[in-house]
């Protein structure tokens, strides 16, 4: 009996493919473009310097004089208004959507009576349902640049939260605007001032139908270690040594809820994170302001455990703020890791899962 058994395939070289697109292009050349679509549209683009047959032609240059008018906007097409059917992965409710960062100038009013124009970064974002593709992102810029050449208020941005949750049909949304806001500070002793920059974040959350009022603020402080402190001291009276304590610049994330009509004034909340911890890393320094800040440091020396707690203190005992959280980094210059604590009072702040870079983002950078 005899067995016929198949060839062996072989991969085609490199000039078995030089051949055949010859041979490709040899039938493309004499053949018409109903053949070519016929067989594989493609083939007409090995065809060099001969303009394509199934493909349009385009003008590249740019219409300056065109005009988009209503009709011409109503034709665009709009993805993300379409049907539920073009619904990329589950069919879902997003708690948050929408734009980051986007800046302008903001005019804000002053506990003083003064008024000043900063370089405000806001985001905005809306609850989307699960049977919405999606939202258009540029209205809650349009809405928000309505309210923007009003003076700031949390009515300012009720008022602008308010339009997009209408233009996007959402029911939840959130603006927050971040800004570094300047306060003329005056040395310990010498008479000198400098102005103290501090970085402070405001929203306004609708959730359920409900309006929240939030105000963070981060507070830069040198916190002087207690043990360390007490050790320095021993090495001088025991053993004639001299020693130093350590301390560090510190930080304090403190976002306060303020209860609704209520005035909380950006000044309100940094005095009272100054008369908890009032080591404030200072601008105009001489030396007999040095050696003044190491007296004081020396008077409030603070572990973690205790700024938190003080802040805490300042917060409670003001009617006006209601639910907070306090988050203090001491970024430590004994050890090679830092000191964190997080206190929270209230419903509103309270997390059983932290954002895993979140103590990253309290170095101060001067």
Sequence with gaps: MNIQTNKPQTQPSKDDAIEALAKLRAWAVQATPEEIAALEPAVARLLPDQPLGNYPALTRTYPDD??????????????????ASLIRGEKQQIQHVGISNFRLPIRFHARDGADMTLETSVTGTVSLDAEKKGINMSRIMRSFYKHAEKTFSFEVMEAALADYVTDLESLDARIQMRFSYPMRIPSLRSGLAGYQYYDIALEKVQVNGELHKVMHL????????????????????????LATPHSQRSVARISVQVRQDELLWFEDLIDMARKAVPTETQVMVKRE????????????????EDAARLFCEQLKANPRVGDFRVIASHQESLHSHDAVSILTDGPFFAASSLDPKLFNTLFHIG
């Design 66 to 83: 065109f005009v988009a008018d209503e009709a011409y906007r109503a034709s665009l097409p709009d993805l993300q208004n379409g049907p």
């Design 218 to 241: 981060d507070y830069v402080y040198s916190s002087t270690c207690p043990c360390s402190l007490e050790l320095s001291e021993h090495a001088r009276q025991s053993r004639g040594q």
């Design 289 to 304: 302001d040095e050696q003044a800040f190491a007296e004081l440091n020396a008077a409030n020396p603070i572990f973690v």
